[in-house]
């Protein structure tokens, strides 16, 4: 038994039934003696009593008067979010207890009937009650272990101001080397630290006791046997009783490592700087050897550089230290020794002894550990000890740091070697190049210009040196290479420009430009070398080349050219594609090659109308072409004469256009126009109307103007605000300039006493312009009075599943729960039968209140296989020696749970109404399933009445049953048939199912 479960429980329960309340308090009291059961009947009453006493448990009945269980669950979790609260209620379904648990309820029960609910329930409460207990425990736990060190150089201690000593955790006892002293007087502790910082620790204390405050610095330590340490210290005040401080707790952490570390570093970035400034391979390495020694404490260590040939790894620079330990150092192979290997994995290796490693180039020095830092493609750094293993993972650190510098600084002096070199090479090209040549600096000024250069732009080299790049670009370019030069000063690209350029005298010229950027080792760009020449005269071309192929390109028509003759001589690929023919048989051939005899004579007589004296200079006229392949296409023929001088007749020039698709739209056009008046004339039940832009009626039609006295003469040509009232007008107006902007909709208006709705959509031109919009307005007045007729209705029986719930069932409980306490307390012949009454008052409710709701609308049927639920309803009901057998496979779209009723009330029928070795089977039908069993059947004259509400041939039977079986199907639109089955008992098949492939 735990400290936990010895405690009282305080519980609370609230119930806006005080019968009920009284009861369960009665039942818990009895489980469990530890329990304090008290009571209210309103979730306003539970929050005052929380404010002025916390109870241990709060359990709440869900569906109450003012505020529901849940609300209650809110108010406490303000104030409480840990304090058990159980919802205990007889309303049970998954929409509550999923929002019992997204509201962050400690558990759900529903209530039952029988003493062993309380039971569960008297469980419930003691395992949440202990759970938070437990919660709470260790929460105080880990705030003591708190003040324990995790590390090895971390301790606690604690100083009583009362005996004047402090105690110390083994991690302050390894800090101040003495390990065996578990506490020691605050004057003995104050002497341990260095004699200049004494009189702040003593400060530091007597501020804690006096203040009350938090308080941490940074001492330094003289513990006697080793060297000075640096201490971080915090320290923390307590006060156990009254209001004064009667002890002090505190942590100390040696941070000597730390700021060694922290200078260390801070060095390495001076040496960083230092190593940024350096020119020559030799400084870099001068500099390197310097800081290994004065920053890491790498007292012998040298720097080893690959030579050219990549064979041996020669050294450049060395401590003195270095130089008494072994003497003359001596190049090292790269194939055949420790530094070579390194070198060649890229990996820093730390040797404990290098005279134990099997590639020591030299068995016979006098040092021993060793420290091997790759320095990439240049050689290594190397230090060494005459100790074993001096070397450790920090100093690897911190070599590396060192190493990644000195790499930094190599390749950036090779860089700007390697960029020395080439711009000695570049200069060379520069001045021989037959191109105009230009160096520029990194601001894009002009720094050098080769004779060419000079040539093509008019300025000397002297006369242009410092001037800005706009000196030669026309100003209406300046904005185009403006983005080149800042891609080429950001080193982005912009290698390639064509531009308008000015030479000195003012002409203007295009210059093509290659530009080709220089940038240091960091990727600055140092300065940029252009070349380019003068090519206006072959832009020139080019332009007037592409103006001519844009025309071309642009003519989506099908373009013809015929000489005086008669024949073809040119044609478009346009007019390849429309008539199917190739060149080599169009050119040379007549029209007729593609058009009938009637077609040519008119495109003879058009070509006389063109070259009459006063005939027009293009005609436009529909002809029928016909291609090599396929059906006919209309085409729309624009005809012209090619120039010609005097009488002499050069041909003629066209363009055909396919204009099929265009014809078969008017053809469309027409035939909806005819359509829509049909229906504008004849629509039943309604009216259709077609609204111009400007808001006005276009047509109108429909046989429900009839009924409103408003023919269509009356309303064509005329506006909303015309016809109807002003509210109905403005809304109608609203939705038509909806509508005119694109957005359809539908709403709904009275009129006359009639209601009606409204649909609106846009109608749209072959440009896809909005130009009209159509109304459609249908006569709803029917519909919407049964609506209203069936939400009343709907009400009415909502009303009626909640007297059923909760009014009914509450007294039902408490009556159970009473008769459980009268049967333990005295014997009669009648209890029994009280018990078997209030069962079938239960089980009457049960069955009234799933008929109630099983009409309700099932929003969005799911796949369900047949199979499962069939097994699983079997399981849930009490069939005793029943069997069942299944031979189903279906998927169907069904709501679950409903289903599984239906499913269940079937099965209980069978069991209820038939001897206790039934067997009922479930099988396959058409677009459905059945359910039939070996009992006695049902009398034909009887299968009408089995779905009437109450009947039943049972005496403990509700007469609900295949009442809700009835029902359900019905939601769902299925037929039920009855028949015997093969076995002589019953058969119900239920088709029209929604079977899933």
Same mark, same amino acid.
């Given at each position: 038994?735990?400290?936990?479960?010895?405690?009282?429980?305080?519980?609370?329960?609230?119930?806006?039934?005080?019968?009920?309340?009284?009861?369960?308090?009665?039942?818990?009291?009895?489980?469990?003696?530890?329990?304090t059961?008290?009571?209210?009947? $309103?979730?306003?009453?539970?929050?005052?009593?929380?404010?002025?006493?916390?109870p241990?448990?709060?359990?709440?009945?869900?569906?109450?008067?003012?505020?529901?269980?849940l609300?209650?669950?809110?108010?406490v979790?303000?104030?409480?979010?840990?304090?058990?609260?159980?919802l205990?209620?007889g309303k049970?379904?998954?929409?509550?207890?999923?929002?019992?648990?997204s509201?962050?309820?400690?558990d759900y029960?529903?209530?039952?009937t029988?003493?062993?609910?309380?039971? !569960?329930l008297?469980?419930?409460?003691?395992n949440?009650?202990n759970?938070?207990r437990?919660?709470?425990?260790?929460d105080?736990?880990?705030?003591?272990m708190r003040?324990?060190?995790?590390a090895?150089?971390?301790?606690?201690?604690?100083?009583?101001r009362?005996?004047g000593?402090?105690?110390?955790?083994v991690?302050?006892?390894?800090?101040?080397?003495r390990?065996?002293?578990?506490?020691?007087?605050?004057?003995?502790?104050?002497?341990?630290?260095h004699?200049?910082?004494?009189?702040?620790?003593?400060?530091?204390?007597e501020?804690?006791f006096?203040?009350?405050?938090?308080?941490?610095?940074?001492?330094?330590l003289?513990p006697?046997?080793?060297d000075?340490?640096l201490?971080?210290?915090?320290?923390?005040?307590v006060?156990?009783?009254?209001?004064?401080v009667?002890?002090?707790?505190?942590?100390v952490?040696?941070?000597?490592?730390?700021?060694?570390?922290?200078?260390q570093?801070?060095?390495?970035?001076?040496a960083t700087?230092?190593?940024l400034?350096a020119?020559?391979?030799?400084?870099? =390495?001068?500099?390197?050897?310097?800081?290994?020694?004065d920053?890491?404490?790498?007292?012998?260590?040298?720097?080893?550089?690959?030579?050219?040939?990549d064979?041996?790894?020669v050294?450049?620079?060395?401590?003195?230290?270095?130089?008494?330990?072994?003497?003359?150092?001596?190049?090292?192979?790269?194939t055949? $020794?420790?530094?070579?290997r390194?070198?060649r994995?890229?990996?820093?290796?730390v040797?404990?002894?290098v005279?134990?490693?099997?590639d020591?180039?030299?068995?016979?020095?006098?040092?021993?550990?060793?420290? #091997?830092?790759?320095?990439? /493609?240049?050689?290594?750094l190397?230090?060494g000890s005459e100790?074993?293993?001096?070397?450790d993972?920090?100093?690897?650190?911190l070599?590396?740091?060192l190493?990644?510098?000195?790499?930094?600084?190599?390749?950036?002096v090779?860089?700007?070697?390697?960029t020395?070199?080439?711009q000695?090479?570049l200069?060379? +090209?520069?001045?021989e190049s037959?191109?105009?040549?230009?160096?520029?600096?990194?601001?894009?000024?002009?720094e050098r210009l080769?004779?060419?250069?000079?040539?093509?732009?008019?300025?000397?080299?002297?006369e242009?040196?410092?001037?800005?790049?706009?000196?030669?670009?026309?100003?209406?370019?300046?904005?185009?290479?403006?983005?080149?030069?800042?891609? +080429?000063l950001?080193?982005?690209?912009?290698?390639?420009?064509?531009?308008?350029?000015?030479?000195?005298?003012?002409e203007?010229?295009?210059?093509?430009w290659?530009?080709?950027?220089?940038?240091?080792?960091?990727?600055?760009?140092?300065?940029?070398?252009?070349?380019?020449?003068?090519v206006t005269e072959r832009?020139?071309?080019?332009?007037?080349?592409?103006e001519?192929?844009?025309?071309?390109?642009?003519?989506?028509?099908?373009?013809?050219?015929i000489d005086?003759?008669?024949?073809?001589?040119?044609?478009?690929?346009e007019?390849?594609k429309?008539?199917?023919?190739?060149?080599?048989?169009?050119?040379?051939?007549?029209p007729?090659?593609?058009?009938?005899?009637?077609?040519?004579e008119q495109a003879?007589?058009? !070509?006389?109308?063109?070259?009459?004296?006063?005939?027009?200079?293009?005609l436009?006229? @529909?002809?029928? &072409? #016909?291609?090599?392949?396929?059906?006919?296409?209309?085409?729309?023929?624009?005809?012209?004469?090619?120039p010609?001088?005097?009488?002499?007749?050069?041909?003629?020039?066209?363009?055909?256009?396919?204009?099929?698709?265009?014809?078969?739209?008017?053809?469309?056009?027409?035939?909806?126009?005819?359509?829509y008046?049909?229906l504008?004339?004849?629509?039943?039940?309604?009216?259709?109307?077609?609204?111009?832009?400007?808001?006005?009626?276009?047509?109108?039609?429909?046989?429900?103007l009839?009924?409103?006295?408003l023919?269509p003469?009356?309303?064509?040509?005329?506006k $909303?605000?015309d016809?109807?009232? @002003?509210?109905i007008?403005?809304?109608l107006?609203?939705?038509? @300039?909806e509508?005119?902007?694109?957005?359809?909709?539908?709403?709904?208006?009275?009129?006359?006493?009639?209601?009606?709705?409204i649909?609106?959509a846009? &109608?749209?031109?072959?440009n896809?312009?909005?130009?009209?919009v159509? =109304?459609?307005?249908?006569?709803?007045?029917?519909?919407v009075?049964?609506?209203?007729?069936?939400?009343r209705?709907?009400?009415? !029986? @909502?009303?009626?599943?909640?007297?059923?719930?909760?009014?009914?069932?509450?007294?039902l409980?408490?009556a159970?729960?009473?008769?459980?306490?009268?049967?333990e307390?005295?014997?009669?012949?009648?209890?029994?039968?009280?018990?078997?009454?209030?069962?079938?008052?239960?089980?009457?409710?049960?069955?009234?209140?799933? +008929? =109630?709701?099983?009409?309700?609308?099932i929003?969005?049927?799911?796949?369900v296989g047949?199979?499962?639920?069939?097994?699983?309803?079997?399981?849930?009901?009490g069939?005793?020696?029943?069997?069942?057998?299944?031979?189903?496979?279906?998927v169907?779209?069904?709501?679950q749970s409903r289903?599984q009723? !239906?499913f269940?009330?079937? #099965?209980?029928?069978?069991?209820?109404?038939?001897?206790?070795?039934?067997t009922?089977?479930v099988?396959t039908?058409?677009?459905?399933?059945?359910v039939?069993?070996?009992?006695?059947?049902?009398?034909?004259? /009887?299968?009408?009445e089995?779905f009437?509400?109450?009947?039943?041939?049972?005496?403990?039977?509700?007469?609900?049953?295949?009442?809700?079986v009835?029902?359900?199907?019905?939601t769902?639109?299925?037929?039920?048939?009855? =028949?015997?089955?093969?076995?002589?008992?019953?058969?119900?098949?239920?088709?029209?199912?929604?079977?899933?492939?």
């Amino acid at each position: 038994m735990t400290l936990v479960s010895e405690q009282q429980i305080q519980v609370l329960h609230v119930d806006d039934e005080p019968s009920l309340t009284d009861l369960t308090a009665t039942f818990l009291e009895r489980e469990d003696d530890k329990f304090t059961v008290e009571t209210a009947n $309103s979730g306003n009453e539970v929050l005052e009593r929380v404010d002025s006493h916390l109870p241990d448990c709060i359990v709440s009945d869900y569906n109450m008067p003012g505020m529901d269980g849940l609300e209650l669950l809110q108010g406490v979790r303000e104030n409480n979010p840990d304090l058990p609260f159980i919802l205990f209620t007889g309303k049970g379904s998954e929409e509550v207890a999923s929002e019992a648990i997204s509201a962050d309820v400690t558990d759900y029960l529903q209530k039952g009937t029988g003493s062993e609910t309380y039971e !569960l329930l008297t469980n419930r409460i003691r395992n949440a009650v202990n759970t938070r207990r437990e919660a709470e425990r260790a929460d105080r736990q880990e705030e003591l272990m708190r003040l324990t060190e995790f590390a090895g150089n971390t301790g606690g201690f604690e100083f009583d101001r009362e005996s004047g000593r402090v105690l110390l955790t083994v991690g302050a006892r390894r800090i101040i080397e003495r390990p065996n002293l578990t506490e020691i007087p605050v004057e003995e502790a104050i002497e341990l630290f260095h004699p200049d910082d004494r009189e702040e620790v003593q400060q530091a204390l007597e501020k804690g006791f006096e203040a009350g405050d938090k308080l941490r610095d940074t001492w330094r330590l003289h513990p006697g046997g080793s060297d000075e340490r640096l201490l971080d210290v915090t320290i923390t005040p307590v006060v156990e009783s009254g209001e004064q401080v009667t002890k002090l707790r505190g942590a100390v952490n040696d941070i000597t490592e730390k700021k060694t570390r922290e200078r260390q570093l801070t060095e390495l970035n001076r040496a960083t700087q230092a190593l940024l400034e350096a020119e020559t391979r030799q400084e870099v =390495a001068d500099i390197g050897v310097e800081a290994a020694s004065d920053i890491l404490n790498f007292k012998a260590n040298a720097i080893h550089i690959s030579e050219a040939d990549d064979t041996q790894l020669v050294p450049v620079a060395q401590t003195d230290d270095l130089n008494s330990l072994i003497g003359n150092i001596q190049p090292l192979p790269v194939t055949d $020794s420790i530094a070579g290997r390194v070198y060649r994995d890229g990996e820093p290796a730390v040797i404990a002894d290098v005279q134990q490693d099997s590639d020591s180039h030299n068995t016979g020095t006098d040092l021993a550990g060793h420290l #091997y830092l790759p320095l990439a /493609d240049h050689g290594v750094l190397i230090a060494g000890s005459e100790k074993r293993a001096a070397f450790d993972q920090q100093d690897t650190a911190l070599g590396e740091l060192l190493a990644g510098s000195l790499i930094a600084a190599l390749n950036r002096v090779e860089h700007e070697q390697t960029t020395r070199q080439r711009q000695q090479e570049l200069g060379l +090209l520069f001045e021989e190049s037959p191109l105009g040549a230009v160096q520029w600096d990194n601001t894009f000024r002009f720094e050098r210009l080769n004779a060419r250069a000079e040539e093509i732009l008019g300025h000397g080299e002297q006369e242009i040196r410092g001037e800005p790049w706009k000196t030669i670009v026309a100003a209406d370019d300046h904005d185009k290479i403006g983005t080149v030069v800042e891609s +080429l000063l950001n080193a982005n690209g912009g290698e390639h420009a064509l531009n308008r350029n000015v030479r000195k005298d003012g002409e203007v010229f295009t210059g093509e430009w290659h530009n080709r950027v220089v940038t240091n080792a960091e990727g600055d760009v140092q300065s940029v070398f252009s070349k380019f020449q003068d090519v206006t005269e072959r832009e020139n071309r080019k332009r007037g080349l592409e103006e001519y192929e844009t025309i071309i390109e642009a003519l989506t028509d099908a373009v013809y050219v015929i000489d005086e003759e008669g024949r073809f001589t040119y044609v478009n690929d346009e007019f390849v594609k429309l008539v199917g023919y190739d060149r080599e048989t169009i050119f040379g051939n007549t029209p007729s090659l593609i058009k009938d005899e009637e077609a040519v004579e008119q495109a003879e007589h058009q !070509l006389g109308r063109l070259l009459s004296s006063d005939g027009p200079e293009t005609l436009t006229f @529909e002809v029928t &072409v #016909y291609p090599r392949e396929g059906d006919p296409i209309v085409c729309e023929d624009q005809m012209g004469v090619l120039p010609y001088g005097g009488d002499q007749f050069n041909g003629s020039v066209g363009t055909l256009r396919d204009v099929t698709q265009r014809k078969k739209r008017e053809q469309e056009l027409q035939e909806l126009k005819n359509q829509y008046e049909t229906l504008a004339k004849n629509f039943p039940d309604g009216a259709v109307f077609l609204i111009n832009t400007d808001l006005e009626y276009v047509r109108a039609g429909g046989r429900e103007l009839g009924n409103i006295g408003l023919p269509p003469d009356d309303i064509e040509g005329r506006k $909303s605000h015309d016809l109807f009232p @002003e509210d109905i007008a403005n809304e109608l107006c609203h939705y038509y @300039e909806e509508t005119l902007n694109g957005n359809a909709s539908t709403f709904g208006q009275e009129y006359g006493g009639r209601q009606y709705r409204i649909q609106t959509a846009p &109608v749209r031109t072959n440009n896809n312009e909005i130009e009209y919009v159509m =109304a459609v307005s249908q006569n709803v007045t029917e519909e919407v009075e049964n609506k209203r007729e069936l939400e009343r209705q709907n009400e009415r !029986l @909502e009303g009626f599943a909640s007297i059923v719930s909760h009014d009914l069932r509450n007294p039902l409980q408490v009556a159970i729960g009473r008769l459980e306490l009268i049967r333990e307390e005295c014997e009669s012949d009648h209890i029994e039968g009280v018990a078997q009454a209030l069962d079938r008052i239960g089980a009457l409710i049960e069955d009234l209140l799933t +008929l =109630a709701r099983e009409g309700e609308k099932i929003d969005e049927p799911e796949p369900v296989g047949l199979a499962d639920i069939a097994k699983d309803s079997w399981q849930t009901v009490g069939t005793g020696q029943a069997a069942l057998e299944t031979n189903v496979s279906q998927v169907v779209k069904a709501d679950q749970s409903r289903l599984q009723q !239906l499913f269940e009330n079937l #099965y209980r029928n069978a069991v209820e109404h038939n001897d206790e070795n039934v067997t009922v089977s479930v099988g396959t039908v058409e677009n459905g399933f059945y359910v039939a069993d070996t009992g006695t059947g049902i009398p034909g004259s /009887d299968r009408e009445e089995i779905f009437e509400a109450g009947y039943s041939t049972n005496e403990e039977g509700t007469g609900f049953g295949l009442r809700i079986v009835e029902q359900i199907a019905s939601t769902y639109e299925w037929e039920i048939t009855v =028949a015997e089955s093969e076995q002589g008992g019953t058969r119900f098949e239920f088709t029209g199912l929604e079977v899933v492939e």
